[in-house]
């Protein structure tokens, strides 16, 4: 494929790849970043919870727990346990705003994705809008619609086109991925969170 065209291209065009380029560069960044963290937060989650249901006494666990930095599960728990001797009312409410946290650093960067997947093709358009016009004005400047006239344009239009939907299909099956992900491990946290807010409550009421 040529790409003697770039030197002919308007400075729109330009601006139109170099934004979906962008746009296209930022969404792989963070479609490995979050591949790398999600994957490491869900496998020391499940380390841990091995751990939380085998060891069974939560001092035990608190003090285990500090090797699970990256699990979003082990996080819950060791706020939740700072708040032991404090009231049903006051752990649970620990409980859900240390969940909260978790989920939104796990949701990070991820919204990009959705933009991106939802505005790349339209940018895309645009440049291939601007790629049919210059097709159009070099045939009214020349009075001729030969190949050699409309190439140009055309490959601007056609480059356009294919770049946004680069940028956009990679990134709307990252999000779909992810917030699945995402919504597994937020299941995964409440359910760990009341079990932990009702064992804590059993051994408040043993003698």
């Known amino acids: 494929m040529s790409f003697s065209w770039i030197s002919q291209a308007s400075p729109i065009a330009l601006s139109v790849l170099a934004i979906l380029l962008t746009f296209s560069v930022i969404s792989w960044s963070i479609i490995l970043l979050k591949l790398f963290t999600l994957r490491r937060a869900s496998n020391s989650s499940a380390e841990f919870s091995d751990l939380f249901w085998k060891i069974r006494r939560l001092d035990q666990v608190f003090e285990e727990s500090r090797r699970f930095d990256k699990s979003p599960i082990a996080q819950v728990f060791r706020k939740g346990y700072q708040e032991l001797r404090a009231d049903d009312l006051s752990l649970e409410h620990t409980l859900r705003k240390a969940s909260m946290a978790e989920m939104k650093e796990l949701e990070s ?3 990009f994705l959705a933009t991106v997947g939802s505005t790349s093709p339209f940018i895309g358009l645009f440049g291939t ?6 097709s159009f004005e070099q045939i009214g400047a020349r009075g001729s619609a030969s190949l050699a006239t409309v190439a140009p344009g055309i490959a601007e239009a056609l480059v356009a ?11 709307v099956i990252a999000y779909n991925y992810f917030s699945n992900r995402i919504r597994l491990m937020a299941v995964e946290i409440e359910t760990f969170s009341s079990d932990f807010l009702n064992i804590a409550r059993r051994n408040a009421h043993t003698p």
Request: no cysteine; charged share 0%; proline share 5%.
């Open 109 to 111: 960067q991820v919204s």
């Open 129 to 134: 809008v601007v790629g049919i016009m210059s």
């Open 161 to 171: 086109t294919a770049a946004g939907l680069l940028a956009a299909i990679p990134a």
